[in-house]
């Protein structure tokens, strides 16, 4: 069965596209309260009314051929369920996100913490362009290695209160922090949960167009670091700036005797732990001694008992299903509990009292909470896009343009794909074996076609997650924040567009 579009279907799509259009100029125009809600908001209306136009779809990963299933409209009771589903389906983002809310409540009732960051904010004073570019590169490299991307948010509000506590304003703060995870999506390399899935569901390996991914990773690096310089001298020169309320995590100035060595410490060990649990060693590098010494220490027993395999738990057991034992294959679980077990660390090392460590915990979760809304909505889209598969349809429709492998065809549909489809896995699952199975010979292009596209996306719709968890975080407009790129999104959707016609024509 084909898909039909009738003179009546085309003329809603076009009128629900000008709604869309005439929503946004209001919201950037006219809104001066809760935007970014209504951004989300207007996506989320969007997603829904083209339910009622596009037919649903069997998606591609059955098969290569297109198949229309006939039109499968969400209504009002379908509400509930779409809301259920979306916490379902982002409930490991929400309890990690959770957990590192109640991590720095607790750290910010420690003095030792809050004498690091305003060390460190006293030792880079002079020096912002120093530390904005350092860390920046910390937190793409992060990036563009781990296996899930949202670990990379363990040190974002740490960089923040250092950022803010150096008279920097908010939009640097998020530009090196939240901005370079976007920036190391464009060019991921080895990491990323989506990356593994599409490389899945494309049967490639993992170097793939790597030195493709390298090169724009590079690029959009320097070119990002650029703007944000010019940025970051346009802010020094303006003395009186301090956002420091906006931080919800500030720290205040202790006195001199507060101790150092314990945090540094806590703060190297952390970073070492999260490097090598979100590394894929073996699969990436073939470095298997972490495995290994996994299966060694797990078999450790006293008497019958194995008593470390016990303590750890049921879920770091390796399986045939499921294997988040050894360094290099955590996830954000095993992450989130080391993280409830390290406040309570802290606050015995801290000498923080238990009515401050509750109220630290309690204020934490209250902090991260909205922030936290921002990505269920973002799935809220996701999961009525897949609920009703009309994506595949929408890029099938798109697709009959040319009979041959045409990399602006694929990018558009790459772009629309990921602009529903905040996962890049559910892109992979629904959309890409279709050009994979009709365009076996031009998989290395449209694999990278497919994962820069995401990372563009990622970093200019309301649909992306990350992008709005810190918009959201640090109560900025979105509009600011497109003000703030859009420039420097045009030059790397040039690149790229010149760098996928070098690769497929020349």
Not at 142 to 147: A, D, E
């Amino acid at each position: 069965m084909t898909v039909k579009m009738t003179v009546g279907r085309i003329i809603c799509l076009v009128v629900i596209l000008l709604l869309a259009v005439v929503g946004g100029f209001l919201i950037a125009k006219k809104s001066k309260k809760h935007n970014n809600l209504k951004w989300v908001g207007l996506f989320i209306l969007l997603a829904f009314a083209l339910t009622w136009i596009f037919e649903l779809s069997n998606g591609f990963y059955y098969s290569t051929e297109f198949s229309g299933l006939g039109l499968n409209p969400l209504g009002i009771s379908d509400i509930s369920n779409i809301i259920y589903n979306s916490i379902y389906l982002a409930s490991d983002k929400i309890i990690f996100l959770l957990v590192l809310g109640i991590f720095y409540g607790v750290l910010s009732k420690s003095k030792g913490y809050k004498k690091m960051v305003s060390t460190l904010a006293e030792k880079f004073e002079g020096k912002e362009i120093l530390f904005a570019l350092l860390s920046s590169l910390l937190i793409v490299v992060m990036t563009t290695l781990f296996t899930d991307t949202y670990a990379v948010l363990i040190f974002v509000p740490f960089i923040i209160s250092i950022a803010l506590s150096m008279k920097l304003d908010k939009l640097s703060a998020f530009a090196i922090s939240f901005g370079s995870i976007l920036v190391g999506l464009l060019g991921v390399t080895y990491g990323s949960d989506g990356l593994h899935w599409i490389n899945y569901y494309f049967s490639t390996g993992v170097t793939e167009g790597i030195l493709y991914r390298f090169l724009i990773l590079i690029v959009s690096f320097i070119l990002f670091s650029f703007f944000n310089i010019l940025h970051i001298k346009k802010v020094l020169k303006n003395k009186n700036v301090n956002e420091t309320e906006d931080d919800p995590f500030k720290v205040e100035k202790v006195d001199k005797k507060s101790n150092l060595v314990l945090p540094i410490i806590g703060l190297i060990l952390l970073l070492v732990i999260v490097v090598l649990g979100f590394v894929n060693w073996e699969e990436f590098f073939g470095i298997s001694v972490f495995t290994k010494f996994h299966s060694w220490l797990l078999d450790l027993q006293i008497g019958e008992f194995p008593i470390v395999k016990y303590i750890l738990g049921n879920y770091v057991v390796p399986s045939t299903q499921y294997n988040y034992g050894p360094f290099g294959y955590w996830n954000l679980h095993v992450i989130s509990a080391i993280m409830l077990v390290m406040t309570v660390v802290v606050a015995l090392f801290g000498r923080i009292k238990f009515n401050d460590y509750i109220e630290g915990c309690l204020d934490g979760l209250k902090k991260i909470s909205k922030p936290l809304i921002y990505v269920i909505l973002v799935f809220i889209v996701m999961v009525i896009a897949y609920m009703c598969l009309f994506v595949p349809t929408i890029v099938y429709l798109i697709s009959k343009a040319s009979t041959t492998f045409n990399p602006f065809i694929t990018a558009l549909s790459a772009f629309i794909s990921s602009a529903f489809y905040s996962y890049l896995d559910l892109t992979a699952y629904a959309v890409a074996p279709y050009f994979t199975g009709n365009f076996p010979d031009s998989l290395n292009i449209i694999h990278l076609i497919f994962v820069t596209m995401y990372g563009f996306v990622q970093l200019i719709l309301p649909t992306s997650a990350i992008l709005m968890l810190g918009l959201s975080y640090l109560k900025i407009d979105y509009k600011s924040w497109f003000k703030y790129i859009w420039i420097f999104a045009l030059g790397i959707l040039i690149i790229l567009l010149v760098l996928y016609t070098v690769i497929s024509y020349v």
